[in-house]
Structure formats: structure tokens, C-alpha cells
């Protein structure tokens, strides 16, 4: 557990990720510390997250955009991962089926939202979306994701497995 800012609470984050994260460059601003209604932005260039407000899941979700920005960059990484998103998404075991709802959502859309999935219209995988959105949806424990998936996060977020 970690504290990345004075206006959010304890995140579980690994204090060794933290510290790569400082190191990177990455800074964290909160522009509503007494409103956890949300939101949140990654700015890559600029190695900036920027919170809308105090809430912790919109803080794991853009920390973990930050993390995913270096290691995406290795195609192999990013194309295992998201063929791990098409797996949890078929997931049967009853333990994790809040990720996989998730994943499935992301490989199929939602017809209630209007939301099409987790692609570009040329058929990109948006991995970084797939990625920020596990990391928050299982509010930074990796013991809530099956095995193929779960190792990772575990770097990023607290985990004795
Ligand atoms: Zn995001």
C-alpha cells in the first residue's frame, strides 16, 4: 500500500512499482480533493495523472494507465495480454466472474451502452483501455484474476501469491 498523493487514500500498490513510477516521471494532481463522484485522465506526454476527484478507483485506473504506457510497448506483451483478455472473457470459474463480465464486455460491446468493444475502427485492440479497465475492476487485486492473466498486475499491485 501506497501513498501517491495527500488527497487519496492508501492504494494497493507496490511500493517498488511506486518508486519505478516516480522514476519514470509520473507526477499525480487532484483537482477535487472532497468529491469522490470520479474521473480521471492519463496524460502520456506530459507523464501526468490527473484526478478529478479524491476517488481511489479512478486513481488505480489512471496509475495503471501510466504503468501499461512502457510495457505495451513491447508488441509481444501487449498482443499475450489481450489474447488473455479474449480467454477471461470465456472464463467459467464462478471466482472471477466480475473480470470476466469485463473482459467480455470488452471483446463483445454492450448493446444497453452502445458501446462497441475494446477496438478501433481498423480492428485495433485498444489494450491500454483493456488494461486501466481490469486494473480498476478489480480495484488493484490480482487475486481476483485467474492465473493466465493475473501475473500482469502483479508487479504493479500489491500480491503474495
Ligand atoms: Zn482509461
Given at each position: 500500500m501506497v501513498k501517491v498523493h495527500p488527497d487519496l487514500p492508501k492504494l494497493p500498490l507496490r511500493e517498488r512499482a511506486w518508486q519505478w513510477l516516480q522514476w519514470y516521471g509520473v507526477r499525480v494532481t487532484v483537482k477535487?480533493?472532497?468529491?469522490?463522484r470520479g474521473g480521471g485522465l492519463w496524460w502520456n506526454e506530459k507523464k501526468l495523472v490527473e484526478l478529478?476527484?479524491?476517488?481511489e478507483e479512478a486513481a488505480i485506473h489512471e496509475l495503471a494507465h501510466a504503468w501499461w504506457e512502457e510495457r505495451r510497448k513491447e508488441v509481444a506483451v501487449r498482443t499475450t495480454f489481450s489474447q488473455m483478455v479474449t480467454r477471461l472473457s470465456q472464463e467459467t470459474d464462478p471466482r472471477y466472474r466480475r473480470a470476466q463480465e469485463l473482459a467480455y464486455v470488452y471483446e463483445h460491446g454492450d448493446p444497453n451502452t452502445g458501446f462497441k468493444g475494446?477496438?478501433?475502427?481498423?480492428?485495433?485492440?485498444?489494450d491500454w483501455e483493456q488494461y486501466a479497465g481490469l486494473a480498476s475492476g478489480i480495484m488493484g487485486h490480482p487475486e481476483r484474476l485467474p492465473e493466465y492473466i493475473r501475473g500482469f498486475y502483479t508487479e504493479l499491485f500489491d500480491y503474495e501469491g
Open positions: 477535487s480533493p472532497h468529491s469522490t478529478e476527484t479524491a476517488q475494446m477496438f478501433l475502427e481498423d480492428g485495433t485492440i485498444i
